[in-house]
């Protein structure tokens, strides 16, 4: 069955600093992966994809996520937090079942981004 | 486009009331979904409706029923409200193409507390 584990329920950060949000899953097949944002009191959005294509994915906001089958990882990277990167964070994969797709999330990860 | 919008944003119930919460999508998606989201959970999903004309459980339905009205609706219903239904629900949809995987757009969120 298709799972995602979520390492860190909450990252501190200084603005300007790297972030690094991990992500490893669990699938039976060859997965498509989804890193989604929650800003406070907001819905979600889709930060980016992986889907078979390239293991280096870009999303938007300057986020970016490596596809490591080896590693069963997809963690999420950013070289430089800014404030408004703070919110959380959700690794997503998806299983097929009953002739569809639907998805599984993680647990989530809160970024705080200090001054 | 407003995408995807719900209704209300905000509702407190008493223990035995019951409610709709209203999704509406203008993106032409044959796909909505239901899910509530929990501290520490990350989103589960309650029902969902693959296409107009059907629906289907998910991981959590119990005390929850659901109508897909038409293309762009997607209610869910709780009969008699319970403490444990206290979260923040949101209502999704997808583009279900014949090839590819495309990620779920979200509404804002529908917070509930029951008492």
Redesign the interface.
């Known amino acids: 069955a298709q799972s995602v584990t979520q390492l860190d329920s909450h990252v501190s950060v200084s603005e300007g600093t790297p972030v690094l949000l991990r992500c490893n899953y669990s699938s039976s097949y060859s997965p498509s992966l989804f890193w989604y944002v929650q800003h406070p009191n907001k819905g979600l959005q889709l930060l980016l994809k992986y889907t078979s294509a390239a293991t280096l994915v870009k999303g938007i906001n300057g986020f970016e996520a490596e596809f490591k089958k080896s590693e069963t990882s997809f963690h999420l990277t950013k070289p430089s937090a800014h404030m408004s990167d703070a919110a959380e964070y959700f690794c997503v994969v998806t299983r097929f079942s009953g002739g569809y797709n639907k998805l599984i999330f993680g647990a989530g990860t809160r970024l705080a981004v200090h001054p | 486009n407003a995408g995807?919008t719900q209704t209300p944003k905000f509702q407190v119930l008493k223990t035995g009331q019951s409610m709709t919460l209203q999704c509406a999508q203008d993106m032409n998606h044959n796909?909505m979904?239901w899910y509530r989201q929990d501290p520490?959970?990350?989103?589960?999903?309650i029902y969902?409706s693959?296409s107009e004309g059907t629906t289907?459980k998910?991981e959590v339905p119990n005390g929850y029923n659901v109508s897909r009205l038409n293309k762009r609706e997607f209610s869910l219903r709780l009969e008699s409200a319970a403490p444990s239904q206290t979260s923040v629900y949101?209502c999704?949809s997808r583009d279900?193409l014949s090839s590819?995987?495309n990620?779920?757009?979200?509404?804002?969120?529908t917070r509930l507390t029951v008492l």
């Open positions: 995807v796909s979904y520490g959970m990350g989103l589960r999903l969902y693959a289907d998910g949101f999704a279900l590819g995987v990620e779920q757009f979200f509404g804002p969120g």
